[in-house]
C-alpha cells in the first residue's frame, strides 16, 4: 500500500501554547471544563440535564443499582471526555486527574463481556438485543468514541488497559461483521468508527483493524439496503419513529460512498465519514475515494459553507440541504459538525499539503468551533445561528432549535465534550511536517520541538494574532539545518511581508499551493518576520445565496464579526451600511477581557416617522445615522443576550 | 338584548355579478369546480387522495359495507361542498345539482342516530366514545360545518330537511353540553360551531343556539382545563401524539377569550372564533365581547398579518407567533386562514360600518384568498408563501410544507372546499346595507337589489377593477327616494374623484368612517362616476418586521404584486430596485387572459463576475440593469412552476 500523506502532525507534548489569544480557552478547558464536565458526568451538578453516563457504567459493572438512563449512546460522554483528559495531561501532567481515569477505566473494564461487547444501554436495557439495529442504536458510533480516547489515553500515559480493552471489543465486532460468509454486512447508523478504527490501526499496526474501517466505508449505500433488512428482521420496530422520514441521504447511505458527489444529510455524520475516507485514501494509496473526498470537499466549501465555517442548513436531520440553501436564522450549524469539518480538513492537508485546507481549518476554529463555547463559564451553544432574533426564537416554533444563550448541559451532549477534546487538542492543528519540511498552519502564540534525524529543532511563535498583524517565528536549531519553513499565507490576507533576519524575503516566488516555503541553512537564532495585512473587509456571498443577496458580512483576519444588541439596540436589521464606509478596528482592552472591536457610522431606517399601527405603508425611505460597533462572532453571548446579525444589510 | 348590528347584508339571489374580474372565477366554481369536488367527494378521481366523505356516509348509513376512513373531521368535505351547493344555486338555480343534495341529504339523514347524534368516525370506528375527545376530534367542528351547510340550503330552497337534521343533533349537543349542573362542560378544540350556531338562531329564531354558541365561547380557557379533564379521563390517550407539544395558545385556550388581546395560535381556528365572537356581540350588545374582538382584530392588523393579508407565521400549529414575526418563505398563511380573516372582518364591518374591515376584506379577498385556486383549474394552494425557491422548498424541510405548484387536493381537504363556498358566496361581500343606507364595500360589475320597504331601488356597479380606476355606479330607485349611498374609499387610494350624473361632488368633506356618503333623492337613472386613482406603489413594512427591512412591495390598487422566474429570470432575490424607479402599469391582454402588468428598469447582481467556486469574496458590488416585469401575487403559478417574489430589495 503507498501512504498518500505528505504531511505528519507532532505530538501534543511537543507543543506548548504560549501566551495569546488561544491560553484563555486552553485554560478554561484545563481548570474549570474538564473538572466540571466530570462532575457532570457523575450527574453533580444541580439544575443541568444529568448525564447519566458514569452511573451507567457503575450499574452494568454491578458497582450499583438501577437503570440504565439517557440516549442509546450515552456511553460517549464519557468516552470524549477521557479523550479530552488524554489530551490535556499530555500538554500538563496531572496525576490526580490520571488516577480518576484510571479508576473508571476500570469500572469500563468490569462493563466489557466475556466475548468483548462493550455497551452500557445494550447491556443493562436490551441485553440479546445487541446488532439488531444499527441504524438508530449506535453500538458502534459508541464503540469509535471509546476507542479514540483509548488511543489517546495510551499514546498519552503509556497504560495499555483501555487500549487492550478497545482491541478485544474491536476484535469482537471483526469477528461478527464483514464480507465473510456468515458475518452481518452491516455499517454504523451514525459515523464515528470508521475514523477511529484508522488510529486503532496507526497504534497498533494491526491491519485488520484499517481493514473493517474500509468494509464500513464501502458497505455503506451499497443494495440491498441493510437498514431495511435488519428493520425486517426487527419487525419494523423503530427505536426513534419521530425519525422514520428521513431519507436514506440522512446517513449517508443513498449511493456507495464512492459515487457521492455532495454532501447530503446530518451534517456530523457526514463529516465524520469523510474524514474516515480520507484516512483510509492516506492510509491505502485509495485514490479513488480520495477524488470522492475532493470532490465533497469542494461541495461544501464553495456551494454549502456558512461564512462562519459551521454547516448544516436545517433543524431538520441537522442536514445539509441543497447547494446555496444558507438561511442565517433557521440553520443548524452544530458546534459538532464544525469539528468534524475540521477533522476533514485536517487530514485533506495532510495529504495534499495545500494552504485551502488550512484556511478552512482556521475558518472553522476561530469562528464556529469557539462560538460553541462561553469564553468564561461551563456553557455551550449547540446550535449556532447567524442571527438571532430573540422573541422570534422563542415564539416561532420553526426556530425553537435556536437558543438565544449558551446551555449547561444537554440532553444530548455531544458538542460540549466534543468542544472540549477539541481545545484540550489544539496543538496538534498549528503544525505538520515531513522529512525536510516544517508547515506553519495556525498562527498561534507558541513553542514547538522537531526532531529531524535526531536533531531537535525548535520553532517559537511570538503574536498577538488575530488581533495584530505581526507574527515574529523564532528557529532555534540545535546545530545549522537545512530544511524548509513553510508558512501559511492566508487567502483572506491581501499582503503578506516577510523578512528573515531582518532582511525582505521575496513572497510571490517563493509560494507554493498557498505556503510561502523559505528553505534555507537555519542558525540558532534565525528571525522570520511575518506581517498579514488584516484590514477590515466587508464580505459578499455568491448571488445563488438568496438569504445574503444585498447584505454583507464584516471580516478581519479569520475572525467574521458580528453586531450584537448590547452595542447597536434593537432591530439589527433596520441598519445598513452605505456604500464607502470607513470600517475602523480599536483594541478594546476592557471588553471581554480585550478584544478588537471594529467602528464605523452606518445608517438605519427612521422608526420615528413610524406609528406603532401602522404595519405597512408607501416608501418613505428616511434613514438616520447610527455609530456601529461589530464584535468578532466567536464571542457573541457573553454579555447578555439580544439579538445578534452577521450579514448586514448593504446600500 | 341591544343588537349592534348597523349593517345587514342582502339576500345573494339579490346580487348578480357582470361581465368583471370575478365573472371568471364565479364560473371556474360553478362550472368546473363544485361538480369536480362532487367527483372526489366520491373517490373518483384517478390519482387524488381519495376524499372518502360520501363513502363515510354512505357506510354510516347502511348503504354500503366498509370502514370509516380519513380523518376525524373528513364529514366536512361534503358539508362544505352542501353550503358551496347551496350559494351556487342561490345565483343560479340548478335543479339536477338540487337533486344531488336532496340525495346526499336523504344518506345524512340515515346516519343521524335517534338521539340526534351525527358523526361517521365515532359511529363507525369508535362507537361508545363520543365526547370524550372534544380537544381533538372535532365533533363540534363537523357539526358546525354542516349546520352551516344547513342554513344555506334552508336559506335557498326553503327545504327543511338538512335544517331539521341539525336542529335535532343541535338539540342534543345542548343537552349533553352546558353550564347546568350534570352537563359536560365542554368547548371544541376546533372552534367552528360557534358561528353556525349564531346562523342556526338567526335562521330559526331559536335563541338556545346562540346561548349555546355563547357557552362555548365563555367556557373557553376557563380553569380548571377541560381538555386536561377529559384527557384524564381517556387515560391521557392522545388522537394525535404528534400534537401534543402543543400548548394552550394553539387553540385559543391559554385565556378566556375575553381577556385575549392577541391573535395567537392555529390560525383558522382563532379566525373563526373571533367572527364568532363578533357575532355574539352583535346579536347579544355585548360591548365587552365587542372590545376584545377590536383589541385582537387590532393586533392582527398591525402587527401579524401579511401584506398579502394573509396570517400564520409558522408551519408548527399553523399558528400565529409574536408581533412583526413575518418570514416570507416559511411561512403557512393558509388559504382558510384568510377566509377566516374575511369572515371576521365582514362582520366587524356590519357592526362598526368602518371602511378599515372592508379594506382588509378586499385586501384578503383579492391577494390572499383567491391565491389558493388556480385561474383555470381544479388546483389549490394550502400554504400561501411570499417568496417561493423551489429547490430549497424541495431539498429544506423546514420548507416541506411550502407547495410550489397548486395541488389536485389533500389529505386534511379544508382549504379547496371552503375557497368554493366562498367565492360562491362572493356577492354577499359587495353591499350592506341599513334603514336608509346602502354601502358599496367591494367594486365589482354587478347589479343588486335592495327593498327600502317595498320601495325596490337597483343598483348597478360596470367596472374593470381592479385594473381600472373607474367604477361607474347607476341608481335606479323604483321612485324617486331619499337615501345614503356610500362608498368605501379605499385606504391604498391617493386620489378619489366622484361625479354625481355628470357634477363633481366633494369627497373630502363627505367621508365618515372611510365611506363617501352620498345622501340625495335619488331619481331613475342617476349615474354616481367614481374615479379611484391606481397608481403603482412601493410598499413598505414597519421597520420591526425583520424580514423586510430594505425590501419593497409593489402595489397598484389592491393588488399587490410579485415577480415571478418565468418573467424575471432566476435567482428573483438578485434583483433590486433603484431610487426612484419609474413603474409602469401596461395591460397585457394576452397574459393569463388578460391582466395589468407592471415594468420596470431595476437592477441585478452582476453574476458573471462570480465564478462557480466562489462562495464568499470581498465585496465588488457590481450590478447589471434587468427589466422586471410583475404579475398579481393572487395569479402566481398559473403559467409554470418556478420562483417566486413579493418583498424585492431595495437600493
Given at each position: ?624 445615522p447610527i455609530n456601529i460597533k461589530a464584535i468578532p462572532y466567536c464571542l457573541w453571548n457573553n454579555r447578555k443576550p439580544g439579538e445578534m446579525l452577521v450579514w448586514i444589510r448593504y446600500k
Amino acid at each position: 500500500m503507498t501512504n498518500l500523506t505528505n504531511l505528519t502532525p507532532i505530538a501534543l507534548k511537543n507543543v506548548n501554547i504560549e501566551e495569546s489569544f488561544w491560553s484563555r480557552y486552553v485554560e478554561l478547558i484545563r481548570d474549570t471544563v474538564i473538572p466540571y464536565q466530570w462532575e457532570v458526568l457523575n450527574d453533580r451538578i444541580p439544575g443541568v440535564t444529568p448525564s447519566h453516563s458514569i452511573k451507567n457504567y457503575r450499574i452494568a459493572s454491578g458497582l450499583e443499582q438501577g437503570e440504565f438512563q439517557g440516549m442509546v449512546f450515552q456511553d460517549t460522554d464519557l468516552a470524549k471526555w477521557i479523550e479530552a483528559v488524554a489530551y490535556s495531561i499530555e500538554t500538563k501532567p496531572d496525576p490526580e486527574l490520571e488516577k480518576t481515569v484510571d479508576g473508571v477505566i476500570d469500572i469500563i473494564e468490569k462493563v466489557q463481556q466475556p466475548d468483548g461487547y462493550l455497551n452500557t444501554y445494550y447491556t443493562l436495557k436490551e441485553p440479546g438485543k445487541r446488532w439488531t439495529n444499527f441504524r438508530e442504536c449506535h453500538e458502534l458510533y459508541c464503540a469509535g468514541h471509546m476507542i479514540e480516547a483509548a488511543v489517546a489515553y495510551y499514546e498519552v500515559t503509556g497504560k495499555r488497559k483501555l487500549l487492550d480493552i478497545m482491541c478485544r471489543f474491536t476484535d469482537y465486532i471483526d469477528s461478527v461483521i464483514g464480507p465473510e460468509p456468515g458475518k452481518m454486512k452491516a455499517y454504523p447508523g451514525h459515523q464515528e468508527i470508521e475514523l477511529a478504527l484508522v488510529k486503532l490501526y496507526k497504534v497498533t499496526g494491526n491491519e485488520k483493524y484499517l481493514k473493517l474501517s474500509k468494509y464500513f466505508i464501502d458497505e455503506r449505500g451499497k443494495e440491498p439496503y441493510y437498514f431495511d433488512i435488519e428493520a425486517k428482521k426487527r419487525g419494523n420496530v423503530l427505536h426513534y419513529p419521530e425519525f422514520a422520514k428521513f431519507d436514506r441521504k440522512y446517513a449517508q447511505t443513498h449511493l456507495p460512498v464512492r459515487q457521492q458527489t455532495t454532501a447530503e444529510g446530518h451534517a456530523v455524520r457526514a463529516v465524520y465519514m469523510y474524514r474516515a475516507m480520507a484516512d483510509i485514501a492516506a492510509e491505502t494509496g485509495d485514490t479513488e475515494l480520495l477524488e470522492a473526498c475532493r470532490c465533497i470537499w469542494n461541495n461544501i466549501i464553495t456551494k454549502r459553507m456558512y461564512i462562519t465555517g459551521s454547516i448544516g442548513s436545517t433543524e431538520f436531520g441537522e442536514s445539509f440541504t441543497c447547494d446555496y440553501d444558507l438561511p442565517n436564522d433557521t440553520n443548524y450549524s452544530e458546534t459538532c459538525a464544525s469539528i468534524g469539518l475540521m477533522l476533514f480538513a485536517y487530514r485533506m492537508l495532510q495529504i495534499e499539503a495545500k494552504s485551502c485546507y488550512a484556511d478552512i481549518m482556521e475558518k472553522v476554529l476561530y469562528n464556529s468551533v469557539i462560538s460553541g463555547i462561553s469564553l468564561e463559564e461551563n456553557s455551550f451553544f449547540y446550535v449556532n445561528p447567524l442571527e438571532v432574533w430573540p422573541e422570534a426564537c422563542e415564539k416561532n416554533p420553526s426556530k425553537h432549535h435556536v437558543k438565544t444563550c449558551r446551555q449547561k448541559w444537554f440532553g444530548v451532549a455531544c458538542c460540549p465534550p466534543n468542544i472540549t477534546r477539541t481545545l484540550a487538542s489544539l496543538g496538534q492543528y498549528i503544525y505538520l511536517r515531513n522529512n525536510n519540511e516544517i508547515f506553519i498552519n495556525l498562527y498561534v502564540g507558541s513553542n514547538a520541538a522537531f526532531d529531524f534525524d535526531g536533531q531537535l529543532i525548535q520553532v517559537k511563535q511570538q503574536t498577538s494574532y488575530p488581533w495584530g498583524e505581526s507574527i515574529r517565528i523564532s528557529v532555534i536549531p540545535q546545530n545549522s539545518i537545512d530544511f524548509t519553513l513553510a508558512l501559511r499565507i492566508p487567502t483572506w490576507c491581501p499582503k503578506a511581508l516577510v523578512k528573515v533576519n531582518g532582511k525582505e524575503f521575496d513572497v510571490c516566488s517563493n509560494i507554493t499551493e498557498g505556503y510561502l516555503k523559505i528553505k534555507r541553512f537555519w542558525n540558532k537564532g534565525d528571525i522570520v518576520e511575518l506581517e498579514l495585512s488584516m484590514p477590515v473587509m466587508l464580505m459578499q456571498s455568491n448571488p445563488n445565496v438568496r438569504a445574503n443577496a444585498g447584505r454583507v458580512a464584516i471580516q478581519r483576519g479569520p475572525l467574521v464579526y458580528c453586531l450584537e444588541e448590547i452595542d447597536n439596540g434593537r432591530n439589527l436589521r433596520a441598519i445598513s451600511i452605505p456604500e464607502g464606509i470607513e470600517l475602523t478596528a480599536e483594541f478594546d482592552k476592557d471588553l471581554l477581557g480585550g478584544i478588537m472591536v471594529i467602528k464605523g457610522k452606518a445608517e438605519c431606517i427612521d422608526d420615528s416617522t413610524w406609528t406603532a399601527d401602522e404595519l405597512y405603508r408607501p416608501l418613505k425611505n428616511k434613514t438616520i445615522p447610527i455609530n456601529i460597533k461589530a464584535i468578532p462572532y466567536c464571542l457573541w453571548n457573553n454579555r447578555k443576550p439580544g439579538e445578534m446579525l452577521v450579514w448586514i444589510r448593504y446600500k
